[in-house]
């Protein structure tokens, strides 16, 4: 794979600012939620884990990203400091489904909901080019387990973010061809000053 665009072939991002993804992106989610509800941290967890741990008793949370859906197409904008590079600018729109669960299991989601409206608890959003864009309804999904039902809700949060990609596609410093249409052909040369 090339590293710059002075070799034909793929282009990899270049080591810039991105999105966050994967399991830094559920550990940033995590944070936010625990910082807005002010529940534990040990009772709010990623939905699905690899080794799932034991089913807390009480109070607790758990949340997933199930959509991450981009904008059709992105904006490809070339910056010319330098040797130059492309700025590749898209936006995606993310949902996080979080499930609440326990004899609070309403109250606890009903103060992350209402929380996330403060912009000051949105502060940590707008910091990493994101933004909230709804919660939805809360709704009811009683869980059997273990014979015993258990008191859940559920509620899908809604962001947009910014997701920024730096590409090494360099300053074309010089050119030349022709140009022909169908009165004249007029030659062309190129050079950067």
Known sequence: MSSDSSVAGYLAPANSPAPLEDA????FLHDL??????MDPKLVRPRWQVEPPNQPTGDWMAFGITRIAPDTYAAVIHDAGGNGSDQLQRHETVEVLISS?????SKN??????GLQ???NRAVLTQNGMGLEATGEMIPVPTLAKNQWLRR???LFTMRRQVLRSYQVLNLLSSQG????QVETVPINVNAP
């Open 33 to 38: 939620f625990v910082g807005v509800s002010g």
């Open 118 to 120: 403060i912009e000051q």
């Open 178 to 181: 022709t140009i022909n249409n």
């Open 109 to 114: 989601l009903s103060l992350l909901r209402d």
């Open 153 to 155: 809700y559920d509620l």
């Open 24 to 27: 830094s992106f559920e550990d």
């Open 101 to 105: 669960y326990g004899p609070n299991a």
